[in-house]
């Protein structure tokens, strides 16, 4: 039933911002930890940010300083807040979560695209 939905995504000049967002559905109940990934173009996709349920992030030391994830107070969503964008974080992001017990189960956005002109 868990579904994720990005927004956010666009076109900006190199020095700029975006914020992207992930809308979990109702039907995740229990969410063990969310994740941006990025795919760059003919790239393996990669873990840019991470979140646990209790808070604790983490980044990927190229987006270290720049880069902010977030949770939402009244609704299950997350945030990645780009700030100083520079041409190579041009990719399809995708939002992550594992959520359930045991192992959990894995589910994907549908990814949005960011573009970062120079």
């Known amino acids: 039933q868990g579904r994720l939905v990005e927004s956010g995504g666009g076109l900006v000049q190199a020095g700029g911002s975006l914020r992207l967002s992930c809308a979990a559905s109702?039907?995740?109940?229990?969410?063990?930890?969310m994740g941006w990934y990025r795919q760059r173009s003919g790239k393996q996709r990669e873990l840019v940010a991470a979140?646990?349920?209790?808070?604790?992030?983490d980044y990927v030391d190229s987006v270290k300083g720049r880069f902010t994830m977030s949770r939402g107070n009244a609704k299950n969503t997350v945030y990645l807040k780009m700030n100083s964008l520079k041409p190579e974080d041009t990719a399809v992001y995708y939002c992550y979560a594992n959520y359930g017990p045991l192992a959990g189960i894995d589910i994907w956005g549908q990814g949005t695209q960011v573009t970062v002109s120079s």
């Open positions: 109702v039907g995740i109940s229990s969410i063990n930890t």
């Open positions: 979140i646990t349920s209790g808070g604790t992030t």
